[in-house]
């Protein structure tokens, strides 16, 4: 099947979905489903001469919901080449800055334009290039409270882009986010325990905190709900790990943090189809690979609900472990039919969460059946000879924030200097940014560094909730709780480098229409036909571009702009 090496492509009718999902202010439930609605001036949508627009997205609580930016085709008149300009809105704009990139589909070079924020009341600034140039348009974040980021690859007059983020805002199902204080702004930094949404599958995770500095000897952290849901948080701790400098720090999914001196890229890597990914999969740069929604939605009933990418590696030298260090996450609208799946149980759901946490065979079930379809989890596949063994396992997380993750290798069996790696994702349901080997582990110092303080949006003392693994929760159940968390930050220690990542242990439970029946035909696919779910996120996702609906979810929604960074919510307030 046809998947694409770059971001999801998303069409004219999912822009002014997005548009509408981000520009809904708060406590409104208006929203804009079609083209036709998305051109009133709440959101305007527009193209030019077949090129769609990438637009620039703000929304405050009570102020104007949305502006846009615009892109247009034009001909230098001196030298008859053609252009495309690009506007951004007055006042949202300082300056274009561009930055050579690398089309990963076609992998010729293209020309990423970022747009800084500036000042309020700036005029609109313009940037001009060929639009063989465009490569990423990448517009700033300046209301810090209520925002919505967007990064669009403009390519051959179609845009290829993350407004499928844009989904997040009322659909998706995830978790609690973690921001990081960086001395000046909270930043979104973490996504923890996604997919536990039965308190039986309460797990611990790791964050890696980018964005975090320590100030006066401190660590701050926002812990936040901003989706539809109650939160339940057991325990949240901070790992400073100091690692030697040249080294990268990446946790496993039992907790255990390695540093590798050696990450190597793939030599080769493809899909199905043969289109070649090497260059997608070889780093960090949010350049990812998913599958084609589009496409596929197109082609149904599917005879193979897989994508099946294959990678080789040179073999690291000298016989030490050696890791598959993945940058791997739930896919955007495979996060959104988590809450399909449980709005399939109807007004059976919570007698479905209580036979759960009371049977561990019925846990034992679900986890086989996980197993088998791989929507969260996904087999590692390694070459021995001439046949495929698994020999580990990647475990998906959230699709805001993904995280790396260390999956050790059994490569008992496999000779020569190369490791083949095959891995079969179903579609829709994953995606990834980097596939590498990690090798050469380093020795680390770890410290723990729990809670020094906690107070909720109210300004409750909820520390005790947090500081240990125990039958006390913090319990976040609406969207806008939040709660500030410090902790000591230790002195750094000479020739090493630091990285702090965030453990956090907890679950949480989606809020889904209960009203209904249980949809029993349905529960009987999902249980005895392998695949069949990923045949129903695609038929969703049809259903949703045709009409504007998605199938088992409210029509009328409430949307909340995910804020990528927040202020201090405790700071005075300026007169």
């Not at 790992?239 to 990446?250: C, M, N, Q, R």
């Not at 034992?364 to 046949?387: H, K, M, N, P, S």
């Amino acid at each position: 099947m046809r998947a694409r090496a770059s971001r999801v492509r998303i069409g004219l009718w999912a822009v002014a979905l997005g548009l509408a999902l981000a520009c809904v202010l708060r406590g409104e439930r208006k929203l804009l489903l079609n083209a036709e609605e998305a051109s009133s001036p709440r959101a305007q949508l527009r193209s030019a001469d077949g090129l769609e627009i990438a637009a620039f997205l703000t929304a405050t609580g009570d102020r104007k919901a949305c502006e846009r930016g615009k892109a247009r085709r034009s001909v230098d008149p001196q030298t008859s080449q053609e252009l495309v300009r690009i506007t951004c809105p007055p006042g949202e704009c300082k300056q274009w800055e561009r930055a050579p990139a690398v089309d990963p589909k076609s992998g010729r070079e293209v020309t990423q334009v970022r747009c800084r924020a500036g000042q309020e009341g700036a005029p609109g600034q313009e940037y001009t290039l060929r639009p063989e140039e465009i490569g990423a348009l990448v517009l700033p974040d300046v209301n810090v409270v209520g925002s919505v980021l967007v990064t669009v690859l403009v390519i051959a007059g179609s845009i290829v882009g993350a407004l499928a983020l844009l989904l997040v805002i009322a659909l998706l199902s995830s978790c609690p986010f973690i921001y990081s204080w960086d001395g000046k702004q909270y930043v979104l930094d973490g996504e923890p325990y996604g997919g536990a949404t039965v308190a039986a599958f309460e797990r611990t995770d790791s964050s890696e905190l980018e964005h975090l500095a320590a100030v006066g000897g401190r660590y701050r952290l926002l812990l936040t709900n901003e989706m539809d849901e109650t939160q339940h948080t057991n325990n949240l701790e901070l790992l400073e790990i100091d690692h030697p400098e040249g080294s990268k720090a990446v946790m496993d999914r039992q907790g255990g943090v390695h540093a590798f001196r050696d990450l190597r890229p793939p030599v080769r890597a493809s899909d199905e189809r043969g289109a070649d990914l090497t260059g997608t999969l070889a780093q960090e740069d949010r350049r990812t690979w998913t599958a084609d929604l589009d496409d596929l939605a197109t082609r149904l009933p599917l005879n193979d609900t897989r994508n099946h990418l294959t990678l080789e590696f040179e073999r690291p030298a000298g016989g030490g472990p050696v890791y598959l260090v993945t940058g791997a996450s739930t896919g955007m609208w495979g996060a959104t039919m988590l809450r399909t799946l449980l709005s399939l149980r109807g007004n059976q759901l919570e007698a479905f969460y209580a036979a759960v946490n009371a049977s561990p065979s019925y846990q034992e079930e679900i986890r086989r059946w996980g197993e088998r379809e791989e929507l969260f989890t996904l087999a590692v596949q390694v070459q021995v000879g001439d046949r495929w063994e698994r020999r580990g396992v990647i475990t998906g997380g959230g699709p805001v924030a993904p995280e790396l993750r260390a999956v050790p290798l059994d490569l008992h069996g496999v000779n020569g200097q190369r490791i083949r790696i095959k891995l079969d994702p179903p579609m829709a349901f994953w995606t990834f940014d980097s596939l590498r080997l990690g090798s050469e582990e380093q020795a680390v110092q770890m410290t723990v560094q729990p809670a020094l303080s906690a107070r909720d949006q109210d300004g409750r003392d909820v520390r005790a909730e947090l500081n240990a693994t125990d039958d006390r929760f913090l319990v976040q159940p609406k969207p806008g709780d939040f709660t500030e968390v410090q902790f000591a930050a230790s002195p750094a220690k000479a020739g090493l480098r630091r990285t702090v990542f965030a453990r956090t242990r907890g679950w949480y439970q989606v809020h889904v229409d209960q009203t209904a029946p249980p949809d029993e035909e349905s529960l009987q696919r999902l249980a005895s036909e392998p695949g069949w779910m990923v045949q129903r996120a695609l038929s969703d996702f049809a259903e949703l571009k045709r009409t504007g609906v998605l199938r088992g979810v409210n029509p009328v929604l409430i949307g909340r702009p995910l804020p990528l960074t927040r202020p201090d919510p405790f700071a005075p307030a300026l007169p």
